[in-house]
């Protein structure tokens, strides 16, 4: 049974056939592709809050092309060597999932090394949550906020936040003792090539400092390549899942919708952190 808990009165829920319920009686139906939403109507600061369609498409479009495959391999390889030895069970959280691409590959890598993993992903988008659920069963995801996770107080070995809202506190909370964070963060280099395109006077990302209350770094590794962007669907793909559809200037979006193919930096920080 996954350690969710209500979001009304904070108690443990407990996992019926269709739906989740709490001593408190509040229920929470299961949705048809398997997540539950566990999102309270005044947690919502929108009709529809966190990544739209249009966003979750396009990744979902983009990662199936294996883009990414270098960064999604160079993170389970991290966590696996981060892991203790002598742990053969443990639970996992990855707060701020989205449609859950990280979540499955990391699940199934842990499996094969015989880890066996109860696996967890919570999002705010209903609309990322549904394509995560209907892709993969084994894995427990829930529609919540990762500044207040619907997750009991220190039951996590393992803890993922992929290029998600960062929350020391949250994330503190629901850790054990000596738990592990795993986050990946865009290099300054990352998508160079592609702002060149999109702007005048392109600009490299802002890496911030390392350090986290509550935390201490115990890895850090860096994945750098170039990647081919084969044609114009893959382009326009990538470019919808980035902050850079909604503030570009017509002119540079004009410029990228005109290209066949584009090759381009993609570079992640991968860092590795234990709670204190």
Sequence with gaps: MPPFICPICGKPLKQEEKAYCC??????????????????????????????????????????????????????????????????????????????????????????????????????????????????????????SIFHLPVQDGCCDLLLNLFAPYCGEEFLRVLKPRGLMAMAIPGEHHLWELKQVLYDKPYLNQVRDYALNG???VGRSLVREQIELRCQKDIDNLFKMTPYYYKTPQEGTQRLLSLSELNTTIEFQILIYQKK
């Design 23 to 144: 001593p408190g009686r509040h229920n929470f139906d299961r949705a048809k592709s398997g997540y539950v939403n566990l999102l309270p109507i005044k947690g919502k600061h929108s009709k529809m809050p966190g990544d739209n369609k249009l966003m979750v498409v396009a990744r979902q479009n983009f990662l199936g092309e294996g883009y990414y495959l270098s960064l999604c391999r160079s993170l389970c390889e991290s966590v696996m060597a981060h892991l203790p030895k002598n742990g053969r069970e443990i639970t996992a959280l990855d707060a701020g999932c989205g449609e859950g691409y990280y979540t499955s590959h990391l699940y199934h890598f842990l499996k094969k090394e015989g880890i066996q993993t109860r696996m967890m992903g919570v999002d705010i988008s209903k609309f990322a949550l549904d394509k995560a659920a209907k892709k993969d069963q084994d894995i427990d995801y829930a529609v919540g």
């Design 215 to 217: 935390f201490e770094l």
